[in-house]
């Protein structure tokens, strides 16, 4: 399964996948808008030293051919091949942006993405739409970068100015205004390139016409020359639906389910034999349609065509197969094709670790406190710009760029909370990332407050944001000589995180409700708390004790509630 980023978000590449060998798509689309989608290749300072690296429409590949432009397929508006173990180490940086080509702005588009993908597998994928963003014209959608190892990070931030404005950043020149001609991504006919598959034709046979024979009824329609990297006809929509075009395998990156799209299946036909390409259906083929697939990468010559010219070489058109034990030459593999023994999107999780492991996986969304599970929350500090307050040591994870510093309550705050019990030891978290806490394994449960206010004793808040208004209040005793016990009452507009020993019952607040002083948690401001005694001089004169003799009763109007724990502190 794809890890889900969110902005900030930090990883290293070796931790997605094994491979250097990498796949980037990047969807992006809004209504009326045009897109123009580069890589930046930046030294050490992060500065354009070399325009070489400027991989956009009309540079479409580095010098070394590191990094390509493969145009717009399998869903994405513009996709990247990436060779790690191939770029020069004056390069440590790679930017992948988006500017807006003409009137527009950020925040009008869609839902759209930036994913990698690694032996024909989605590993990662940062997901963003225009509520992210304002006036924008060009964004940093994500970055490769050096750091010991090659890293992935989501950006997702921008500027105002469009490209000039990322150019300057960039330490780049803004060239004069001019009309560039509108170049093909790949070469149309000739020798294929390297990576690319061969452009298919019609099946083989006494000649080679445009379209297919009669006597072939299953045969899929003429096709016109596919590029390199066109997309597969099951991402992109063509003008007329055709079904048996999947049987051309012109995939580069795996067939990811673009939005509104329809998933296809991977083909079920059984693995062939090691050095037999011959063997494997193409990717998307789906099961139980066996057209016969055009002669060309990973098929062998037809059988009536003995006498038929001998593709000339280039990628996936070895004149004999390699054998068992003989290195493949860099290109041969088709890129993207689903390789034997790698799970595909869609398919079918076996038994292994990410199957063992995705219910656990982490729970991606855009507020700021989520909660992961019973036990453990995510507050994310870039969404609301405000700190957060914690409990000291409750930190288990964090992402980003975040600083830990202490929160200290004064010398007076020292002596109420001593006095009263209701002292807070807390830490103050500020950047940009994602905090994760938890502490002693206790349950969890983010309350949010809109204006109203909520009673909790510090021994059950593990952490809130700053925003919110704290202070010591007192309940009122009697039956108890000069006795009163105390909480902590926060209100304001914000989030605070209770925790509780087991799963807590909440109940209404009626004139007869009674709770133990060590199990109840919280209870609404505006409910009245009184300490009820049952001490009886009497009752207390023999030997023995209930352990109910002090006990809070609640009062109040309907709407106040109480929170109660099954655990008795």
């Not at 479409?60 to 091949?81: H, M, N, V």
């Not at 209100?491 to 060590?518: E, M, R, Y």
Request: proline share 14%; charged share 15%; aromatic share 8%.
């Amino acid at each position: 399964m794809a890890r889900e980023f969110q902005r900030g978000h930090k990883a290293r590449i070796s931790d997605l996948t094994a491979g250097t060998d990498l796949y980037v798509g990047v969807q992006i689309s809004g209504p009326g808008l045009s897109f123009d989608i580069s890589c930046f290749g930046l030294d050490a300072d992060e500065r354009l030293s070399d325009d070489r690296y400027f991989v956009f429409f009309n540079q479409p590949k580095s010098p070394e051919e590191s990094i390509q432009l493969l145009g717009a397929q399998a869903g994405d508006t513009e996709s990247f091949r990436v060779t790690l173990d191939r770029i020069p180490p004056q390069i440590q940086k790679l930017s992948f942006t988006a500017t807006i080509d003409g009137a527009g702005q950020m925040s009008q588009i869609a839902a759209g993405y930036i994913r990698i993908v690694a032996g024909g597998e989605e590993v990662a994928r940062y997901s963003f739409n225009g509520s992210e963003f304002s006036t924008e014209r060009a964004v940093m959608l994500g970055d490769f970068y050096l750091k010991d190892v090659w890293r992935f990070a989501a950006v997702g931030q921008g500027f105002d100015g469009g490209l000039e404005a990322l150019l300057k950043n960039f330490g780049g020149e803004v060239a004069e205004e001019e009309t560039p001609a509108p170049a093909p991504q790949q070469p149309q006919s000739g020798a294929a390139p390297g990576f690319a598959p061969p452009a298919f034709a019609a099946p083989a046979g006494p000649a080679a016409p445009p379209a297919p024979t009669p006597a072939a009824p299953p045969a899929p329609a003429p096709q016109p020359a596919a590029q390199g990297f066109a997309p597969p006809p099951g991402a992109t929509p063509p003008p007329a639906p055709a079904p048996q075009v999947h049987a051309a395998p012109t995939i580069v990156a795996p067939l990811h389910t673009p939005p509104g799209g329809s998933p296809v299946p991977p083909p079920t036909a059984a693995p062939p034999p090691y050095g037999q390409p011959g063997q494997q259906a193409p990717y998307g083929q789906p099961p139980g349609q066996t057209p016969p697939p055009p002669p060309g990468y990973g098929q062998p010559p037809a059988p009536q065509a003995p006498h038929a010219p001998a593709p000339p070489p280039g990628y996936g058109q070895p004149t004999p197969p390699p054998g068992h034990g003989q290195q493949q030459p860099y290109g041969q593999a088709p890129y993207g094709v689903p390789q034997q023994g790698v799970p595909q999107p869609g398919a079918a999780q076996g038994p292994g670790v990410a199957a063992a492991l995705q219910q656990f996986k982490e729970t991606p969304t855009g507020q700021r406190w989520t909660q992961q599970n019973k036990k453990l929350v995510r507050v994310d500090l870039g969404v609301g710009g405000q700190p957060v307050l914690a409990r000291q040591g409750s930190m288990v994870l964090y992402q980003g760029k975040v600083d830990f510093s202490y929160k200290g309550a004064g010398f007076s705050g020292r002596i109420v909370g001593n006095a009263t019990g209701q002292e807070m030891q807390l830490m103050r978290c500020t950047g940009q990332g994602q905090v994760f806490l938890a502490e002693n394994s206790t349950m969890l449960h983010p309350i949010e407050l809109q204006g109203d206010g909520i009673c909790v004793s510090a021994e059950n808040v593990l952490a809130f944001d700053e925003s919110l208004q704290y202070e010591v209040r007192r309940i009122e005793g009697h039956g108890i000589p000069g006795g009163a016990l105390f909480t902590m009452q926060f209100t304001g507009t914000g989030t605070i995180v209770v925790k509780t020993h087991g799963t807590p019952v909440v109940l209404p607040v009626t004139p007869t409700t009674f709770a133990d002083c060590n199990a109840v948690v919280a209870w609404s401001a505006a409910s009245q708390v009184v300490v009820s005694s049952q001490v009886r001089m009497r009752r207390n004169a023999y030997p023995g004790d209930t352990g109910e003799s002090v006990n809070l009763q609640f009062r109040g109007a309907p709407g106040n509630f109480i929170v109660v724990q099954p655990y008795e502190i």
